[in-house]
């Protein structure tokens, strides 16, 4: 059970890790108009880039010391 519990978390930790990369770097966009760059941030979706990182990281920290508990 306990090896069940690690493997899920592991999962869940990589794969937040994997969406909030993905949705950190969707949330800027460069066009070239006339010889001059404009970009475009969006705050909200870096937020929530950042917050889905954070989770993936306390989940693979969790699952090291789920595994490591006797």
Do not use: C, H, P, R
């Not at 990369?21 to 880039?49: P, R």
């Amino acid at each position: 059970m306990k090896n069940v519990i690690v493997i899920i978390l592991l999962a869940v930790g990589v794969f937040l890790a994997i969406k909030g990369i993905e949705t950190f770097q969707n949330s800027s966009a460069d066009v070239e108009f006339l010889g001059i760059e404009i970009s475009a941030d969006d705050k909200s979706g870096q937020n929530a880039g950042i917050m889905y990182i954070v989770l993936g990281v306390i989940a693979l920290v969790g699952s090291y010391f789920f595994w490591k508990k006797k």
